[in-house]
């Protein structure tokens, strides 16, 4: 009996010890899989030369050498980016005939908290845009309403062919407490955009990026 034992555990061992390795392994290719890094979180930046830049204007026309970097946030996101000793001129493309928004610096990419937005588009023939903090994970706020300022200088958006552009300037550092600076460099982002208007709206696309600010 103690030699037919032995042999069953040995014969058991040789069975499952296959099937162990093999959970095993599984298990550990998951968890890779499950931390490989967002693809949109690259610095795709195009520079063009900064001596040949046109003036700026807040009209919701992005023109050929209107910005100098340029960055394809996706197949359908767009950001163009221009500086000056005090200010950032943003411009974004999107295919979406809603809002489309950019979120600079959030605290983490896995959510709105700390990120500071600026979200636009046309409803009804206008251009909007609102300045927006991200209050947590999923929602954010007008800095209005949160006792901070609207820090958006000037801006312009068109809505034309499925395409929505939007065009706006503000400081670099506004001192204001909901908003983030923006720095020569590198930036984080989260980017969207829906195809209905109003900050309210779902989002019909988002991500996260790392762009460089001229």
């Known amino acids: 009996m103690p030699t037919s034992k032995k042999y069953i555990a040995a014969l058991l061992t040789i069975l499952i010890l296959p099937a162990l390795l093999f959970s095993s392994c599984a298990a550990i290719a998951e968890m890779t899989s499950d931390q490989t890094d967002n693809p949109d979180a690259v610095d795709n930046t195009q520079i063009s030369d900064p001596d040949s830049l046109v003036e700026w204007q807040a009209d919701g026309v992005i023109t050929t050498n209107e910005y100098s970097n340029s960055a394809n946030i996706s197949a359908n996101f767009t950001l163009f980016s221009r500086t000056d000793d005090q200010y950032v001129y943003i411009g974004i493309k999107a295919k979406a005939s809603g809002w489309i928004s950019i979120g600079f610096q959030p605290v ?5 908290t700390g990120a500071d937005f600026a979200l636009g588009g046309v409803s009804s023939g206008q251009a909007y845009v609102y300045d927006l903090w991200g209050i947590s994970k999923d929602e954010h706020s007008l800095d209005t309403k949160l ?3 609207n820090s958006i200088l000037a801006y312009g958006a068109t809505e034309s062919g499925g395409y929505t552009v939007l065009e706006f300037k503000r400081l670099l550092s506004t001192g204001d407490s ?11 982002i989260l980017w969207a955009y829906s195809d209905e208007d109003g900050f309210a709206a779902m989002h019909i696309a988002e991500g996260t990026a790392k762009i460089n600010i001229p």
């Open 147 to 149: 006792g901070g300022t």
């Open 108 to 112: 983490s990419a896995k959510g709105h």
């Open 178 to 188: 909901y908003d983030q600076n923006i720095v020569h460099g590198s930036n984080n």
